[in-house]
């Protein structure tokens, strides 16, 4: 290494790393002298201000003084490192000559190369990897083009040691100092040196095995099999030989390289001489490598299995695969393995070795570099290693610019230039300032035919794990693409494959097999796996086979494979069918009815998609669906289909009992007393005597006090009309708590004036109603701390004895109603109630989409109110109308969002929306109408008033004093893009009708001002 050393002070070398390209900030020497190091001659210049004196000191020596401008040139000889101070001076005229300003630079002109880089190698035990480190100067930036198998890769500022994964390694390196100097380049090769025994192996075979042996690098390979030393007594290895010795046997195999290397490989295993009459052709398959598709007949009444998977002492049990059959061996062009096959009959494990494909020729391309250059033409001298090549100008007296003619693009050349493996015309001058030698040229030959390599790998048919070949595509336009195939197998080597524009290689393994391949090219490599290994069967834990069985099983399933794909199919007895996917283990979906046949069918399939053989298993399930009927006997039946209950509740408490979970009802059935609905039953009705769907509800006479009831779980009712017999005094429908669902309920009210709802929920019960039509009581639903969600669902109170009457009541609880209605008729016809409310909500939440409240009285009637609920009406409808006061919407002090509504009010005073205390309110494109004698207002606020955009207020105008808008003050811009029709006053009465225009200044916004409509408008 040369020495830098160095005397150069702190503040020197603080100087020596500011660049100055004019003068520095408040000095008044212009310069564009700058500190640092330099690879060739430097020349600075210097001035001063008119009147003044310019003194320049290089190294403590005087090189100028005087009143003009200056410059100072700074040389180095070829392979010389010079270091300098110079100082510039601005001095006053003489005679005084003081000294006004000091300027410092520390400037190295170094023009010494720094020496060659030492790259090292070392070969990982296999030959499959080399780790290469690079030695340099301490500062230097080191560089490589690296030839790995044919890949070529290029690195810069190399940190620590390259690995590569490749058989042979060949490049260049060469590195640059901090002047820029760059070392001669340093050619480089390492090629492996490899031995490897693929047959025999360690273990005990019944049959005499043939030596193969895997070497590369080598001169000569010698064998013996007697114990001895082969480089002493070895015979020589031309190809797989049989080895005669029986018994225990010791192979021992060396290998000599041409640099006088040794390696040695040692076996040991115990041989018989069994040879089956009916195994002759694999011995035949053993002797020639098999460069083509070929069938290895397994004999019946063997077993067998493929790779080299770990035996066990007695070797035949871990054997997997059944003989009878032939496995295809499958070779791959260019790419030589070993492959072991292993058969018993139970007599010990015979062992054969299989060469699949012909040995790859060598990768390793030269390249003759042209050498006939004109005298004089400052060519530059070319370094090839491998497919690795690169030019390099040494000193040329000036500026180097360069050119591949196929890019057309110039350049300077500060180091070596990389030589493109298609090779081509390179084009070059020498710029020395004053004057330029050239253009000169000169070509390079590609080293392969049109090669061009891709910067990532070749296409790759499929992803993950595949269970057939794997196909490597090279896309089109590109052409000798090469990349590297491995596989981590005994007698497997990596090689390197080209192909060709639009060419295709497959990657393959035999019947049996399953291991990965490793593609890398371009610096990326990829896992390639390959599976045609089939799993086993798995195991099916069910009822045995044609067992008839009650109570629905739980199947599970056995196998050491990721997932087992497994089928229920099922037959009912009216001919019914189907089928569902079973998870690796879980409970047979219920149909609820019975008997059912099953046949589980289920097989395990490997990650690559590889289905093993299928296991079955046959049976049949009854689960007794408990049966009630109006035609059964009163006493005496079991619950069957054949004999059902006569009694609903007895049919509820034997699914209980029994743990079944749907009672089917053929009505019309009475029920006495509370039914205790348990977790997941499902009572359903709709049913014929002959236990078919006829579409109508089944009617369930409710005695006095009879209920169904709830108290949590999972309950289902369907297709069931509840007829009630006399004064109720509490509800049909009692649920508190669990998660309870309604469909096609239906109920009758014989006995108005219930002093209890029809529904009941508390208890944080979750309640869907669907399709269904509740009638009866006052209220006629009750929601306490729970939630209720109706579909397509009727809802019509009765007033009780009072008069007084709310159909839905709801306290801190969730409720929506979807395409549902709540309506407040009269309990007899010619009566209403004094007092009716749709909807009275406190707390919670409440959301109406797409459903309708309509609400009569005789005295006072409201549509909806809300206290302290969080409100949300969408394209819904609200209708109110009574004889002395009617309000649809009214809102106390919880938040709220109406959009597309409709909202109505009709009596002698009528209010369509009521806002009190609201914290926020908005309410867009709805239409409120109100009709009255006396007080008449489309909305009425008290505290923060609603935001109301694009909605329609209209009155009849029978009320002179009718206000569209009353209470406290809207915000301004709160009140906009609305129409007003039919009021005298917009807003109180400060603003009547005539005011639109200040109105509009006030509550509106300019760009969606409201407007007055006459009711013909409308």
Sequence with gaps: MKQRAYAITAASVFLSCILFPLAAEDSEIRTNAQGGIFSSDTRFWFSVPDGQRLRLRVNGNETYRGAGPASSTLTARPGEDRSYEL?????????????????AFVVRVDALPPPPVAVSAVQKEGGAEWTLSFSAEDRSRVFALVDADSFLSSHEDIPAPLVFSARKVEGLAWCVDGAGNVSAPTVFSFKPFALSIANPAEGSWANRQLLVVKSEGASEVLWTADGGDPLASGIPYSGPALIGATGPVTVKVAAKSPDGRVERRTVSYVCGSAEPPAAASLRSLELAPIAAPAAAAVPAGFRWDIGDAPLSPAGSADLQFEGGASIELRPMA??????PLY?????????YIFTLGNPASSSGTSVQVPSDRAPGAFSPNVYVSGRARMALWTKQGGLVRYRWESSGLWSDAAGPIPVPVAGGKLDWLVDKGS????????SFPPIAPEAAYPSALPEVSSDGVSSGPVVLSVPAGLSGVRFSLSADIPGAEARTIELANGGSYVADVCDGE????????GGSSLPLPVDRRPPPAPSIEAPDEGAWVRVLPFVRFASGERRIEAVAKWRTEDGRSGSYRLEDSGQLRSMKQGPVEYLIEARAVDEAGNAGVLASRRFVVDESTVYVSASAPSSGGDGSRALPFASLAEAISQAKTLGEARVWVSGPVSLEGRAMLFDGVTVEGGYSADWKKDGAASEIRMAAGAAFVSSGGSVALSALKLVESGLREAPLLSFEGGRVSLSGIATSVSAPGARAPVLSAGGGAAVEVRDSSLVGGAPAVEVRGAEVVLRDTLVTGTAGRSGRLVVFAASDARVELHSSRIDCGPSDPGRSASVAVGIDSAGGSLRLERSAVFVLADGMSSGLVSRGTELRISDSQVSSKSERYASAVSIEAGRASLSGGRFSAASADAVALIVNDSPSAEVKASSFTVSGTGVVRAVQVRGPFPDLEACRFAADGKAAGAEALAGDAPLPGSVRGSVFSGFPYLFNRSYDADSMK?????????AAENKIETPGGM
């Design 514 to 521: 399953q291991f990965s391949w490793s593609v890398s090219g």
């Design 998 to 1006: 200040r109105f509009n200044a006030r509550f509106a916004v300019k």
């Design 435 to 442: 004057s330029v030698e050239g253009p000169f040229s000169e």
């Design 334 to 339: 260019s790419f030589q393995r070993s492959v």
């Design 87 to 103: 100082v510039a001076e601005r001095r006053s005229p003489p005679p005084a000559d003081e000294l006004l300003e000091s300027r």
């Design 343 to 351: 058969l018993s009959e139970g007599k010990g494990v015979l062992r």
